[in-house]
């Protein structure tokens, strides 16, 4: 039957896995991820699963989903709308249909929309007879009956067991769907069950038979083929932004010559970069499960201290919980990273969800003057260029940098150049040599540097370098403990500076396209693929509206006056109430316009490319 279903090529297509959080939504996206890397494509992806540990199964709250967009071209976002939706259940469907594109494909687990099924998703009539779906193109396929006759032999197994594996069932139906081979998810099938012979004859049988039910069905009236993309030569890996900034942080610590320290505390959605960096000890890694964020954020001070590249990850509550330490650190003026994966706020909040509310609590959400550096990668990959940034501007001013990532940022996908090391340049960490014990002369702690003003960062146990070290104010040149008024003016003063005088050694701010005109967009943090997107296809269209991505906070660069004043208006789109357009207002006394969303969600293109019409109208 393939050779008789039609084949219909396709710049790019956009597919969700939707089914309840026991159903292996997440394994079913990453594993069609995966292929389609392989393959070639451009991809973007968005999972999104609840923040229960088990939610109620079948229930919209337990619903979980995974986004994919692929492509044969340059893609920045994982799309806005899905084009094809696979639904595992009643709630997966309810959940997902409000944001399928008007006559998508749903490909519906028939076996599911029982009157049980259907009373935990809120419906009254089933959606597959009441007209509900009435305009979509619907694949209604018993999955649960074939999943089980096609593993009816495997005695082993409990019917629950086999049930697990219906999701290779979905993911073999999108194969033959999308002209994806098999063998990328075969192997990772017999890796991951190589102890379990049972289950990778389950997850195998599974695979293929749906398949092959595409292939031999007359159900399926149309098959599609995205060819790869024509990307810059080179070896592409497929990375999440934690992982990124995992390996970002490896790589820092590697070009400074040190051992990388990192203590943390579990939280979501940052515990995936210290999942990253535990099997990593053989790059000279350490990692310290903290018994809470306050301890984890003392180890690394600790860390700093005695001269390890000492980093921290977590999320907007544990940041309210280290502030303090976070206070010392900058007392101290120790080098030390801060990773913020932002989360839906305030308290718990939304653990599994996006946002960027965290800047103003990054900035100053700390007591006293407290300024550090602060930086925002802009897309998963990107992660691992800011870890490295991070470390350099760490080092450079002796001081803490938190990097602010987010949870669609840290959880999404890309496509990732791998660089080569040797063209990442070196981190130079200067250590002060060691005293004659007859010397005259003390040794000054906050001796500054006339560049950088960054202070001597001085290894404990070094012979002539023993000097006093605390939150106490301090006396400068000497650190030791002053309360003398025009003492804590002159440190007050240093530290602002030196963290200041880091925006002379920063890029210069860039402008994606016209340096002058009507409209210019700023944005910052993991909005940058959805504004530049919707830009794009505004200047196609001859708008006059421009893009500057922002990826340095605090200092913000040093030409970025300039460049808000050349435009009619300027709007900050930011996934907050609107907390840079506050900012840059007070700092710049510009008008500033805000587009805040407050979705706890990714904004879309066509939400941009709406407010651009707006705006020009």
Known sequence: MSEETPFKELDSIVIRFAGDSGDGMQLTGTQFTNTSAVLGNDISTMPDFPAEIRAPAGTLAGVSGFQVNFSNRDILTPGDSPQVLVAMNPAALKASLRELE?????????????????????????????????????????????????????????????????????????????????????????????????????????????????????????????????????????????????????????????????????????????????????????????????????????????????????????????????????????????????????????????????????????????????????????????????????????????????????????????PNPDDIAPIPVVHPAAREHNSDEPFLPYLRDDVTLARPWAIPGTAGLEHRIGGLSKAPITGNVSYEPAHHQQMVADRAEKIARLADFLPEQEVFGPTSGDLLLLSWGGTFGSVRSAVTQAQRDGRSVAHAHLRYLNPLPRNLRDILSRYKQVVVPELNGGQLAFLLRGRFALNIQSFPKMHARPFKISEITDKIEQLLA
Request: aromatic residues 10%; proline residues 6%; neutral net charge.
């Open 102 to 418: 008007p006559g998508g494909t749903i490909i519906i687990n028939t076996d599911a929309f029982n009157q049980t099924n259907l009373r935990k998703a809120g419906y009254e009539e089933s959606p597959l007879e009441d007209g509900t779906l009435r305009g979509y193109h619907i694949i209604e396929v018993p999955l649960t009956t074939m999943n089980r006759e096609a593993l009816k032999d495997i005695e082993s197994l409990s019917t629950k067991d086999k049930d697990r594996s219906q999701n290779f069932f979905a993911l073999g139906i999108a194969f033959w769907m999308f002209d994806r081979p098999m063998e990328t998810t075969l192997d990772w099938i017999q890796k991951k069950f190589a102890k379990r012979p049972d289950f990778i004859a389950a997850n195998t049988r599974a695979l293929q038979a749906g398949y092959f039910f595409g292939d031999t069905t007359r159900t399926f009236q149309q098959r599609y083929r995205i060819r790869p993309a024509e990307l810059p030569p080179g070896t592409y890996r497929k990375v999440t932004g934690n992982e990124a900034m995992a390996m970002g942080l490896v790589t820092a610590a590697y070009k400074m010559g040190k051992p990388l320290f990192y203590g943390t505390y579990p939280i979501t959605p940052a515990s995936d970069i210290l999942h990253a960096l535990a099997a990593l000890r053989h790059f000279d890694v350490r990692t310290f499960q903290a018994e809470d964020e306050i301890a984890a954020m003392g180890s690394i001070i600790g860390a700093a201290f005695g001269g390890a590249f000492a980093v921290t990850g977590t999320s907007g509550p544990g940041v309210a919980l280290k502030s303090e330490g976070m206070g010392l650190a900058i007392a101290l003026e120790l080098p030390m990273v801060i990773v913020n994966v932002q989360r839906g706020g305030p308290s718990t909040g939304l653990p599994t969800k996006t946002e960027q509310a965290d800047l103003l609590q990054a900035l100053f959400g700390r007591n006293g003057e407290s300024p550090i550096v602060v930086i925002a990668p802009q897309s998963p990959a990107d992660c691992f260029n800011m870890a490295i940034e991070a470390a350099r501007l760490a080092v450079r001013a002796t001081t803490p940098v938190m990097i602010l990532s987010d949870g669609f940022l840290a959880n999404s996908s890309e496509p990732w150049l791998v």
